[in-house]
């Protein structure tokens, strides 16, 4: 059974930075395709950020230069380090994996699994 379990937000003002976490179980983040989604009030569930498994990123253009996608092999942990955070980054953001280790294609939702409950990142003043 594949699952994550995503942690890590919160309240941020306009600037800010945050980390989010992202911790599976059941099998080993290593050798995955990671990546990072989010959905905002009203809008559809976008990828935000995503890695190969040799650590080849793609990020929507929207974040390019503010998020940051990693993950700790030994602590089986995959993050999100977001940066200059802006309101319209408030959305509720999720971890999930493509068992294909490369490409990362963040926009292809259908192809990642582990989806968990998702936590919820709010920008405001």
């Known amino acids: 059974q594949l699952r994550l379990v995503e942690s890590g937000g919160g309240l941020v003002q306009p600037g800010g930075s945050l980390r989010l976490s992202c911790t599976p179980s059941g099998f080993h983040l290593e050798g995955y395709t990671i990546a990072w989604f989010r959905q905002a009030p009203g809008k559809e569930r976008e990828g935000v950020i995503c890695?190969?498994?040799?650590?080849?990123?793609e990020s929507a253009d929207s974040v390019k230069g503010r998020f940051t996608i990693s993950r700790d092999n030994a602590k089986n942990t995959m993050y999100l380090q977001m940066s200059s955070l802006e309101p319209e980054d408030t959305a509720v953001y999720y971890c999930?994996?493509?068992?294909?280790?490369?490409?990362?294609?963040?926009?292809?939702?259908?192809?990642?699994?582990?989806w968990g409950q998702g936590t919820q990142v709010t920008v405001s003043s």
């Open positions: 999930a994996v493509d068992w294909r280790p490369y490409p990362p294609i963040c926009t292809l939702l259908p192809r990642y699994v582990g």
């Open positions: 890695s190969s498994a040799g650590d080849y990123t």
